[in-house]
């Protein structure tokens, strides 16, 4: 089946690093992924979503000059959590729908990334 | 923004016994998605129902859909004790994209 993979699981640094957390679909194409933030015993919130080729579309409260996107191929979208503090700590997963060209379908998602910042 | 609600927020059942959670939305629907998440990992899919059909099995899940009360149901039969988890119900809506908006979520404990 399709699979996503998301590397790091998890992140520790000091207050004003940058972090970048990638996430690769490692048997299909995904021409879009998705980035999401979840809190402790939360739900999902979408952050963002990655389209291959061209810009990433965010929703509303979610800062672009914060979280950079880039979805340089067909398999790899990643996040970059610029100058990242301790408000940013939180869990990020990313997701894929698994056939390009067929929309409203499950998403594969990766086993997300826990970042910490000190 | 979220657009489902579960219902319970969180329940505990003896191994064995069925499990029913809810989910209510808000908007008009393509189809509805509910997912498991252990805990600190990813999300899996478990089953998708479209807004044509009322029900759907698959293995131990039955998942309702009422569309005219904007809401679904995920019965789990039997429980087990891997089933302890987190069960989200995810909407989609009935446009072009593969955008999806999770609700808050049901954390189901089975107890031994």
């Known amino acids: 089946g399709a699979v996503v993979s998301q590397h790091p699981s998890r992140v520790i640094c000091k207050s004003g690093t940058s972090v970048k957390i990638e996430c690769r679909s490692l048997?299909?194409?995904?021409?879009?992924m998705f980035w999401y933030r979840q809190f402790p015993k939360k739900s999902l919130m979408l952050m963002a979503t990655?389209?291959?080729?061209?810009?990433?579309?965010?929703e509303q409260g979610v800062e672009k000059d914060k979280f950079l996107i880039n979805h340089a191929s067909l398999t790899l979208s990643t996040l970059t959590v610029t100058s990242a503090h301790p408000e940013d700590s939180s869990f990020y997963i990313c997701?894929?729908?698994?056939?390009?060209?067929?929309?409203?379908?499950?998403?594969?998602f990766g086993d997300g990334t826990r970042l910490s910042i000190l | 923004s979220q657009q489902g609600e579960e219902d319970p927020q969180a329940l505990s059942i003896q191994e064995g016994e069925n499990a029913t959670m809810n989910c209510s939305y808000k908007t008009s629907i393509n189809n509805l998605q509910w997912y498991r998440q252990n805990s600190g990992r990813g999300l899996v899919h478990l089953i998708l129902?479209?807004?044509?059909?009322r029900e759907k099995h698959s293995g131990r899940l039955r998942v309702t859909l009422d569309t005219s009360k904007k809401s679904s149901s995920l019965l789990i039969t039997a429980s087990r004790a891997a089933d302890t988890a987190s069960y989200f119900c995810?909407?989609?809506?009935?446009?072009?994209?593969?955008?999806?908006?999770f609700g808050k979520g049901t954390r189901l404990h089975i107890l031994p």
């Open positions: 990655s389209n291959e080729g061209s810009k990433a579309t965010y």
């Open positions: 048997d299909f194409q995904a021409t879009t």
């Open positions: 997701s894929a729908p698994g056939t390009v060209g067929v929309s409203n379908q499950p998403q594969h």
């Open positions: 129902i479209r807004s044509n059909e």
């Open positions: 995810a909407t989609a809506r009935p446009n072009r994209d593969d955008k999806i908006i």
